[in-house]
């Protein structure tokens, strides 16, 4: 196989790289060890602001009277919490695929790259 472009890594650099270069036209691919979209979107940025999004709204809760609002016995579950933090995440990484697939000239590797 023989591509124009390659792009080692599908983070918030990574892929826009990829998808301007299959826009102008040149073959490309891009190398990704393990998710689309790289360390930022699936295990720091964006599950940690959904996390933080998450204790926002607890935090809120429990000051509703300060609003002239009744929320009595607000309670946390930390799981649900998780879960919609890689639910975010993932539909993330499934949005970057989306724009991938389109691409007829961007074709993605899942694999360690290796020099």
């Known amino acids: ?20 270069a299959a826009q102008l036209g040149f073959k490309t691919a891009v190398v990704e060890k393990e998710s689309l979209g790289g360390v930022c ?27 002239g609002i009744s929320a009595d016995s607000i309670t ?8 919609r933090s890689r639910d975010v995440a993932d539909g993330m990484s499934k949005g970057i695929q989306f724009l991938m697939k389109k691409k007829t000239k961007l074709r993605c590797f899942l694999e360690q790259e290796t020099f």
């Open 41 to 67: 979107l699936n295990w720091g940025c964006i599950p940690t602001k959904a996390l933080l999004k998450s204790a926002q709204v607890f935090e809120y809760l429990n000051h509703a009277k300060d609003y």
């Open 1 to 20: 196989m023989n591509f124009d472009v390659i792009v080692i890594g599908s983070g918030p650099g990574g892929y826009v790289t990829a998808i301007r």
């Open 76 to 83: 946390a579950d930390f799981s649900a919490i998780i879960k």
